[in-house]
């Protein structure tokens, strides 16, 4: 029985913060992401304008973004019967998308960010945890 | 070619369903799914248990019995082992067991009938007793267990019930915690049914030994008076002891005309071990 409660706990913590956590990161990227919008970003190596470069520089961002317990019962459950896990998709994207917008605030006076990659690695396994890690090349134009 | 920004409004990388929702759907199929392998896996059980050989029994019983083990019966032992023989030499048709007593230091008033003829007794189940003879009901109810049989289906149940557990939560537990788990588990398997069968073999066999049935309902009625204070817990308890059993009792001993005689005096742990 106090197993039991312990496990509704958990799970209600793990809802209730999760979700205002992870509304309150939303709305911060979201907000982040339109002050950027005119720093492009592109996966190409080819710059997109036949100008001469002052400065090219590599550069790379990462964001951890952990799970909640909410999220690892909800992945759990959904082991047994198979099929998607929508549960850590929006970790995944809240990582993704963190750390470009952490690229893009650290190519402050860019022009252009070319040859973008994203990978993604595993820390924290058996918590849980979702990182993204974006690197690419920061050009400067002269002026 | 020129960059042109555009805001990107729909997010196709999150699902839209609701996970609150999908929790529970998920919650509700995986119950249903544990409930259809539990009841499929009891029915299995309850073809298979009164198949078990004694010989299989037995040697389910060591398992049991190696636990419980001691070098030495105690005072209160050989004193509830002699009733537990007196009981014996005038019962029929048990299967051949060597039934041996074990006294456990338990809070619970309760027993056990375990494969292969051990019999557990909570020692608060000795305390309370006021006389010989109300022990004697409680040891030939249990040995109405073995005459039908009844222990191995109880035990199977809760084997079953462990199984599944241990196959979704992991396996962390070691054999004897299993062991341990199944044996406690073990008498809340009987049903209503069962429960009073074994009551009437109690009610027989000690008619037989002592030529009445003296302590019969005082045990029962003690614990159905005890049991009124937590009625709402009824369905909780382990081993329940309503008040339809006393009269089912009742009902017995007039049908079969039964004597009720003088209580044995009965007081627990009179020697010092």
Known sequence: ?143 | MKFIPKEINNNVNISPTSPVKDFFELVIKILGLILAVYVLLGFVVDYIAPRISIKTEVDLGRLFSSRLERKKQVYTELQVQQILDELLKNSQNLPPFNYRVYVEESRDINALALPGGSIVVFSELLKQARSRNEIAVVLAHELGHFYHRDHLRGLGRSLVFLLISSALFGSDSSASKVITNAMTNAEMRFSQSQEKAADLYALDLLNKTYGNVAGAIDFFEKMSEKEKLWSFFYIFASHPYPESRVKALKEAIKINSYTIGQNIPFEYGQKNE
């Open chain 1, 1 to 143: 029985m106090a197993d039991l409660i312990q496990l509704i706990v958990l799970i209600g913590i793990g809802y209730f913060i999760g979700t205002r956590v992870e509304k309150k990161h939303y709305k911060s990227i979201e907000q982040r992401e339109g002050k950027l919008i005119h720093l492009p970003v592109v996966s190409g190596e080819d710059l997109l304008e036949d100008r001469e470069i002052s400065e090219a520089q590599l550069i790379y961002a990462n964001a951890v973004i952990s799970t909640d317990y909410f999220k690892v019962m909800l992945a759990g459950l959904r082991n047994f019967i198979g099929g998607e896990v929508s549960a850590f998709e929006t970790l995944l994207d809240r990582a993704r998308r963190e750390a470009v917008l952490r690229l893009k605030e650290k190519a402050q006076g860019a022009d252009i960010i070319l040859n973008l990659r994203i990978e993604t690695c595993t820390i924290m396994s058996k918590l849980g945890s979702s990182e993204a890690l974006a690197y690419g090349t920061a050009i400067y134009y002269k002026k």
